[in-house]
DNA sequence: ATGGTAGAAACTCTA
């Protein structure tokens, strides 16, 4: 079984690139954030044709999500538990079994602001859910833009990020607090220590320059990480005319 | 010393 995550930054844009992704890689599930579309212009017809369905919550402008799957995603909830959110930013459904969870953290545009503090009480109702989610689930796939480098090794100049926001220690620590219910980073059971980036801003020629950072990840539960077979980022998107600011990353599991 | 870019939408905000 193949899950992926991509931030797409507009689905209406990136329509195309998420088309031809889907033929080339034949994943299970891709889950997708910032499609920035309210559900009544999701596209929904296009991905049908490319032999997916789609369970999706959106809104204009901002935010937005989608899970895009060959087989039936079950059980679908669109928000966080009791946590008061105009933002769509989580969705989660069950996909052959495994219960598949796509999220879109905030940015928290910078340390202190409204925004980080929105961020981290996000973060904190998130773990609940999902602790909640996971006993429920043994077989969970955590995945999505999480606006948080983990470590220094995820960053391509540490000292200038050093404490700015997606390296922040409260952030750093929010991310720790979620794998404490059990859930692994998918990338590192694979590539303990590779320096693998998943996003480049837009300036400064980022991406050529090397100046990225992991900030999309798959976290599994125990379950789903003794079956990992291979989890990368796929950099080809990113290299594409008009590409999101984000790269593909997709895990296979046995089974 | 603050911009650079991209997207949506609308003359600004978010990332």
Same mark, same amino acid.
């Given at each position: 079984?193949?899950?992926?995550?991509?931030?797409?930054?507009?689905?209406?844009?990136?329509?195309?690139?998420?088309?031809?992704?889907?033929?080339?890689?034949?994943?299970?599930?891709?889950?997708?954030?910032?499609?920035?579309?309210?559900?009544?212009?999701?596209?929904?017809?296009?991905?049908?044709?490319?032999?997916?369905?789609?369970?999706?919550?959106?809104?204009?402008?901002?935010?937005?999500?989608?899970?895009?799957?060959?087989?039936?995603?079950?059980?679908?909830?669109?928000?966080?538990?009791?946590?008061?959110?105009?933002?769509?930013?989580? #969705?989660? !459904? =069950?996909? @052959?079994?495994?219960?598949?969870?796509?999220?879109?953290? $905030?940015?928290?545009?910078? /340390? &202190?602001?409204?925004?980080?503090?929105?961020?981290?009480?996000? #973060?904190? !109702? =998130?773990? @609940?859910?999902?602790?909640?989610?996971?006993?429920?689930? $043994?077989?969970?796939?955590? /995945? &999505?833009?999480?606006?948080?480098?983990?470590?220094?090794?995820?960053?391509?100049?540490?000292?200038?990020?050093?404490?700015?926001?997606?390296?922040?220690?409260?952030?750093?620590?929010?991310?720790?607090?979620?794998?404490?219910?059990?859930?692994?980073?998918?990338?590192?059971?694979?590539?303990?220590?590779?320096?693998?980036?998943?996003?480049?801003?837009?300036?400064?020629?980022?991406?050529?320059?090397?100046?990225?950072?992991?900030?999309?990840?798959?976290?599994?539960?125990?379950?789903?990480?003794?079956?990992?077979?291979?989890?990368?980022?796929?950099?080809?998107?990113?290299?594409?005319?008009?590409?999101?600011?984000?790269?593909?990353?997709?895990?296979?599991?046995?089974?």
């Amino acid at each position: 079984m193949k899950i992926a995550t991509w931030n797409v930054n507009s689905l209406k844009v990136r329509l195309p690139q998420v088309l031809n992704w889907l033929a080339t890689h034949q994943p299970d599930a891709l889950c997708l954030q910032e499609t920035k579309m309210e559900d009544a212009v999701f596209p929904l017809q296009d991905i049908e044709q490319a032999g997916y369905r789609a369970v999706f919550a959106g809104q204009k402008t901002y935010n937005g999500v989608a899970i895009l799957s060959k087989l039936v995603a079950a059980d679908p909830v669109i928000a966080i538990p009791g946590f008061d959110d105009p933002q769509k930013r989580v #969705l989660a !459904a =069950t996909i @052959a079994g495994v219960r598949v969870v796509c999220l879109y953290v $905030p940015n928290g545009q910078s /340390v &202190g602001s409204d925004k980080y503090q929105y961020k981290l009480a996000w #973060l904190q !109702a =998130t773990t @609940a859910w999902l602790k909640a989610e996971l006993a429920a689930h $043994p077989k969970l796939v955590v /995945v &999505g833009d999480y606006n948080i480098a983990p470590a220094d090794i995820d960053v391509h100049d540490p000292k200038t990020w050093e404490g700015q926001v997606l390296c922040s220690e409260a952030e750093r620590a929010a991310l720790q607090q979620l794998l404490a219910i059990g859930l692994q980073d998918g990338l590192r059971l694979v590539e303990p220590a590779a320096q693998i980036f998943t996003w480049w801003d837009y300036r400064m020629n980022a991406f050529k320059r090397k100046m990225g950072l992991r900030i999309d990840h798959i976290l599994v539960s125990a379950a789903m990480a003794a079956a990992i077979l291979r989890c990368s980022v796929d950099l080809e998107p990113r290299r594409h005319e008009r590409p999101s600011d984000h790269a593909p990353v997709m895990a296979e599991f046995a089974g």
